[in-house]
């Protein structure tokens, strides 16, 4: 198994890309002489796709040459209205939406989206189910969607209430089993948006959800890969969100326990690391000591 069709690497002779930055620049950022492909011509255009040498099955094409700019955006509107003022030829931009945080200012979901539309551009929408959360969301926020649709699943209110934005045109929904990709095969393979109903209880879900201060961790892991300490930051903050969020206090607990000793929340040495490594830019280590609080060890 190689990365590529023409294995171990690929040029700018074989493939219309950012010449520039070849495969394993990064991690040969120093000693370039290891680069099995040296950095070349960067063309800033598609060309014909018929240019390169197609692969063992015929195909043009299956690396580079593509037309379309994204921005994966974590940070707030204003940032994100000099960007694309200063930038129109960025074709879409993907942002952080659920209903969880769509008015949330610490991730602007709603600020977001609302400046990508005044330029007109396209979303592609992550964390829709806001790193699972909303796959099993409070009881009081179960029982509001359970009553109006007995068969739907939470994933699907929190699907559909991204879908249903005007210029979406990709929700990164994050399925993890077959199970969960029929259920979101069984709601948008003859997708309609949510009516007006439902919008109502989209609403009441929020003003359930606003109320608990949550940890809004999306369960990313970006924060967990270069931990001295490899403490289980998200696993943590899954604990503590049982019982800040849906006052599971047993099942929290129980979930704490799991977590293996040596990686917990008091084991946090306050180097930061995870805070720079945050998208979300989440005071980590204040969290932890929270966590600490919670949970005693």
């Known amino acids: ?20 930055y070849p495969y394993e620049i990064e991690d040969n950022y120093f000693s370039q002489e290891n680069l099995s492909t040296k950095p070349g011509e960067y063309r800033q255009t598609t060309v014909a796709v018929d240019s390169f040498s197609p692969n063992a099955w015929g195909l ?20 994100l209205d000099r960007l694309l003022t200063e930038h129109p030829e960025v ?7 659920n209903y969880a945080d769509w008015n949330d200012p610490n991730v602007s979901s709603r600020a977001n989206y609302e400046v990508a539309r005044k330029h007109g551009k396209s979303i592609t929408v992550m964390e829709p189910v806001k790193g ?18 007995p068969d739907m699943s939470p994933a699907s209110w929190a699907i559909r209430f991204v879908a249903s934005l005007d210029g979406i045109i ?31 209880i ?21 924060c967990t890969d270069g931990c001295p300490k490899q403490i289980q930051i998200p696993d943590i903050f899954a604990a503590a969100n049982l019982q800040i969020g849906n006052r599971q206090a047993t099942q929290a607990k129980e ?43």
Not at 60 to 79: C, F, I, K, R, T
Not at 132 to 147: D, I, R, S, T
């Open 1 to 20: 198994m190689t990365p590529f069709n023409t294995e171990t690497s690929i040029s700018p002779e074989e493939s219309n890309y950012y010449g520039h």
């Open 60 to 79: 043009y094409n299956m690396h580079g040459n593509v037309s379309e700019w994204v921005w994966d955006y974590y940070a707030g509107p204003q940032l």
């Open 91 to 97: 074709d879409f931009v993907q942002l952080q939406i």
């Open 132 to 149: 699972g959360k909303l796959a099993n969301p409070p009881a009081a926020v179960k029982k509001l969607f359970q009553e109006y649709a």
């Open 170 to 200: 990709t929700v990164l929904s994050g399925m993890s089993s077959v199970e969960q990709m029929e259920d979101n095969l069984s709601y948008m393979k003859n997708f309609q948006p949510l009516n007006e109903e439902e919008q109502k």
């Open 202 to 222: 989209i609403r009441q879900a929020q003003k359930i959800l606003g109320s608990p201060a949550e940890i809004p961790c999306t369960a990313c892991h970006y």
């Open 255 to 297: 979930r704490y326990a799991s977590i293996s000793e040596g990686h917990r929340a008091t084991d946090c040495i306050g180097c930061k690391q995870c805070e720079r490594a945050c998208p979300q830019h989440l005071k980590i280590t204040d969290y932890l000591k929270q966590c600490s609080e919670i949970f005693g060890a």
